[in-house]
């Protein structure tokens, strides 16, 4: 409710605020300012320099220590699912002590069909994870790391 100039109230009305005088001081130093912004905006960047350090023995392979999500970041790398199936079932076949508290690899073709992609990226996912209770983490990794991208099933396939 807002009240006008002769101090009555009208409902639904917004109030009446007093208006703000906005005074402009100093306009040379604020056009120097942009100026000067404007000038390293069109300098651009610093050129970029070559890296002084010494490269470390080993850094284009595996870290040294390999955790589980190293691993899913490379087996979830430009939209992966899951290994193709021989390739997954040899893996698979690789870990130690499976058994029927661990989920199978869609061994058929129509099994395959049947599995949608993310159920196969997370019995995938607990592959790997039984890989690293078992310590063989770092053996799937890098076997992982080695296949070609053709050898992979992508979201979408």
């Known amino acids: ?10 409902p639904g009305t917004a109030p009446v605020r007093d208006a703000v005088d906005v005074v402009e001081k100093n306009t040379d130093t604020s056009w120097a300012l942009f100026q000067a912004l404007q000038g390293q905006q069109q300098h651009g ?7 002084d350090l010494p490269a470390t023995a080993g850094a284009a392979g595996a870290p040294e ?17 899951c290994p193709m199936p ?12 499976t058994g029927p508290h661990l989920s199978k690899v869609p061994a058929t073709h129509a ?9 196969k990226r997370a019995r995938l996912r607990e592959h790997i994870e039984w ?9 799937v990794y890098e076997a992982l790391k ?8 992508h979201i979408g396939e």
């Open 1 to 10: 409710m807002s009240k006008d100039n002769k101090g009555q109230a009208h």
């Open 45 to 51: 960047f610093e050129k970029t320099r070559p890296n």
């Open 65 to 81: 220590h390999v955790t589980i999500d190293d691993v899913l970041v490379e087996a979830r790398r430009n939209n992966r699912v």
């Open 86 to 97: 021989a390739i997954w079932q040899r893996l698979y076949a690789y870990l130690p002590n």
């Open 111 to 119: 099994e395959w069909a049947q599995v949608p992609p993310l159920q």
């Open 131 to 139: 890989a690293a209770s078992q310590g063989v983490l770092r053996q």
């Open 146 to 153: 080695k296949l070609p991208e053709n050898r992979w099933h």
